[in-house]
């Protein structure tokens, strides 16, 4: 779509649970929503920890622990952050059909997805009410949009996986009258509309994803994600107080960092922005003067972060002369594939081949592995991730990585099919030494 002839050059910006986490926070973010030129849309997080909390809430709720305890605590924490912002608003009906689902669950005696993602997503629905109030009250025209009416999904639930068509259609509707009224929409983040009419969620740290359909549907001149850091550093800054915020970083790159463990952005945020090509801009809700990162299509030969995710484990497939019969490969890609289990890192050799996955996702398919070949499986450890376009042209890099971590015991050592990434394993309780290391040897 060509933005100019929309007349609406929109920018999304998405507010993570620390921007959304204190009455001070929530009256910073609407100082930043009201001075933004132009029409914009705001997409939030729930306050920071509730998500946690209703998911203790609904678990609690299933073994008939004592879950009203927790559901107190939750109206609690949202009553002191409403007076503390002076605004009215009663958030009683919310809460109401909170306690009505926790009481359906324990009548059940157990937590099926569904009803877990209907009570995790209580979180984004307050929040994206909380936010519009103090709006008007500074005021702005604002409303709050559920967006179990704009964003569709199948039904998968706690992962759903958006219908694109039927969203962008429905927030194309739903949002430009909105917008050209003058109107601030504050749009839910992390959930949606599974395809059977039920909530759903779109995975844990989804509003980031959430933002980015909603910029991608509008055509967004801009996708902001405001969170409590100055942008994406090149090592996560609460492991090392000489990260350094980056100017700029291209898609595929901030794509391979946020696939291994770069919190600062969710892996799918960057697929409806590459997309429509809308430049994302990660930005410090607590110091919103700083310029920010600025992740776009153009990339440049450096290398960037390091990075790391834990709790992954190696499935080691042994089955000696199979391994190159032709078949093998892809009878063992299925089994994971039929899991729905997402490989990170695959190594091969002459009779093995070595995969990782997250903990807990290989004990779903050792039955099925075992079968034809023999498993073997170490848990608890980490990939550790240096990232840069051209990373693999540079004919010192390996050297100096090797040299960095020479004391650990590190495997499965690859370069990444995109070119812009070398990864390897080591053990979870020495994957932040390690990072610190790799970060001391090529960025000090
Ligand atoms: P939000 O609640 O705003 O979505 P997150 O907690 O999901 O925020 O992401 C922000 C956090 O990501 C930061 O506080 C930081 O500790 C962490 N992080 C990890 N790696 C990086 C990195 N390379 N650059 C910036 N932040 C990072
Ligand atoms: N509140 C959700 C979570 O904690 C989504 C998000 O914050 O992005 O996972
Ligand atoms: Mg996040």
Same mark, same amino acid.
């Given at each position: 779509m060509d933005k100019g002839k929309m007349g609406l050059r929109t920018i999304t910006a998405k507010f993570g649970g620390t921007s959304m986490g204190t009455a001070k926070a929530i009256a910073q973010v609407a100082e930043i929503v009201g001075g933004m030129k132009g029409p914009k849309v705001a997409v939030v997080s729930a306050t920071s920890g509730t998500t946690d909390k209703l998911i203790l809430l609904a678990e609690t709720a299933a073994v008939a622990g004592n879950w009203r305890e927790i559901l107190d605590g939750l109206i609690e924490k949202h009553a002191v952050i409403m007076q503390e912002l002076g605004v009215k608003l009663s958030l009683e009906n919310f809460w109401k059909e909170l306690g009505g689902l926790c009481e359906e669950v324990q009548k059940k005696g157990s937590l099926e997805l569904y009803m877990r993602d209907e009570i995790i997503g209580f979180g984004e629905r307050i929040s994206s009410n909380i936010? $519009? /109030?103090?709006?008007?009250?500074?005021?702005?025209?604002?409303?709050? !949009?559920?967006?179990?009416?704009?964003?569709?999904?199948?039904?998968?639930?706690?992962?759903?996986? %958006?219908?694109?068509?039927?969203?962008?259609?429905?927030?194309?509707?739903?949002?430009?009258p909105l917008l050209k009224d003058g109107v601030i929409p504050v749009v839910t983040g992390f959930i949606g509309q599974a395809e059977n009419g039920q909530y759903i969620t779109i995975g844990r740290g989804g509003s980031d994803y959430s933002g980015a359909i909603?910029?991608? =549907?509008?055509? /967004?001149?801009?996708? @902001?994600?405001?969170?409590? %850091?100055?942008?994406?550093?090149?090592?996560?800054?609460?492991? +090392? $107080?000489?990260?350094? /915020?980056?100017?700029?970083?291209?898609?595929? +790159?901030?794509? +391979?960092? =946020?696939?291994?463990?770069?919190?600062?952005?969710? $892996?799918?945020?960057?697929?409806? =922005?590459?997309?429509?090509?809308?430049?994302?801009?990660?930005?410090?809700?607590?110091?919103?003067? &700083?310029?920010?990162?600025?992740?776009?299509?153009?990339?440049? +030969?450096?290398? *960037?972060?390091?990075?790391?995710?834990k709790g992954i484990s190696i499935v080691n497939i042994c089955s000696a002369g199979m391994l190159t019969a032709p078949g093998f490969m892809s009878k063992l890609f299925q089994v994971f594939a039929r899991a729905h289990i997402d490989v990170d890192v695959v190594a091969t050799s002459e009779v093995s081949v070595s995969v990782t996955v997250d903990n807990g996702e290989a004990d779903k398919i050792l039955d099925q592995l075992a079968k034809f070949a023999t498993v073997r499986t @170490?848990?608890?450890?980490?990939?550790?991730?240096?990232?840069? &376009?051209?990373?693999?042209?540079? *004919?010192?890099?390996? *050297?100096?990585?090797? =040299?960095?971590?020479?004391?650990?015991?590190?495997?499965? !050592?690859? @370069?990444?099919?995109? *070119?812009?990434?070398?990864?390897?394993? !080591?053990?979870?309780?020495?994957? @932040?030494?390690? %990072?610190?290391? !790799?970060?001391?040897?090529f960025f000090i």
């Amino acid at each position: 779509m060509d933005k100019g002839k929309m007349g609406l050059r929109t920018i999304t910006a998405k507010f993570g649970g620390t921007s959304m986490g204190t009455a001070k926070a929530i009256a910073q973010v609407a100082e930043i929503v009201g001075g933004m030129k132009g029409p914009k849309v705001a997409v939030v997080s729930a306050t920071s920890g509730t998500t946690d909390k209703l998911i203790l809430l609904a678990e609690t709720a299933a073994v008939a622990g004592n879950w009203r305890e927790i559901l107190d605590g939750l109206i609690e924490k949202h009553a002191v952050i409403m007076q503390e912002l002076g605004v009215k608003l009663s958030l009683e009906n919310f809460w109401k059909e909170l306690g009505g689902l926790c009481e359906e669950v324990q009548k059940k005696g157990s937590l099926e997805l569904y009803m877990r993602d209907e009570i995790i997503g209580f979180g984004e629905r307050i929040s994206s009410n909380i936010l $519009p /109030a103090v709006l008007v009250k500074n005021g702005f025209k604002s409303v709050a !949009v559920d967006a179990y009416e704009i964003i569709f999904t199948d039904n998968n639930f706690s992962e759903g996986n %958006v219908d694109f068509e039927k969203t962008y259609k429905a927030v194309a509707e739903k949002l430009p009258p909105l917008l050209k009224d003058g109107v601030i929409p504050v749009v839910t983040g992390f959930i949606g509309q599974a395809e059977n009419g039920q909530y759903i969620t779109i995975g844990r740290g989804g509003s980031d994803y959430s933002g980015a359909i909603v910029a991608g =549907a509008l055509d /967004a001149s801009e996708l @902001q994600i405001w969170t409590d %850091v100055d942008g994406i550093f090149n090592i996560d800054p609460r492991l +090392e $107080p000489r990260a350094k /915020a980056l100017e700029k970083l291209s898609f595929k +790159e901030a794509a +391979e960092l =946020a696939f291994f463990g770069a919190k600062v952005l969710h $892996p799918k945020t960057i697929k409806p =922005a590459i997309a429509k090509n809308i430049p994302v801009k990660i930005l410090n809700t607590f110091n919103p003067s &700083a310029p920010g990162t600025l992740v776009i299509n153009d990339e440049e +030969e450096s290398i *960037k972060s390091v990075t790391y995710k834990k709790g992954i484990s190696i499935v080691n497939i042994c089955s000696a002369g199979m391994l190159t019969a032709p078949g093998f490969m892809s009878k063992l890609f299925q089994v994971f594939a039929r899991a729905h289990i997402d490989v990170d890192v695959v190594a091969t050799s002459e009779v093995s081949v070595s995969v990782t996955v997250d903990n807990g996702e290989a004990d779903k398919i050792l039955d099925q592995l075992a079968k034809f070949a023999t498993v073997r499986t @170490q848990k608890g450890m980490a990939i550790v991730c240096l990232v840069g &376009a051209g990373i693999i042209h540079n *004919k010192h890099v390996l *050297k100096d990585l090797f =040299a960095a971590v020479e004391e650990h015991d590190i495997s499965m !050592v690859s @370069q990444g099919s995109s *070119k812009r990434n070398i990864t390897f394993l !080591v053990k979870e309780s020495e994957a @932040q030494e390690v %990072v610190k290391k !790799v970060f001391n040897k090529f960025f000090i």
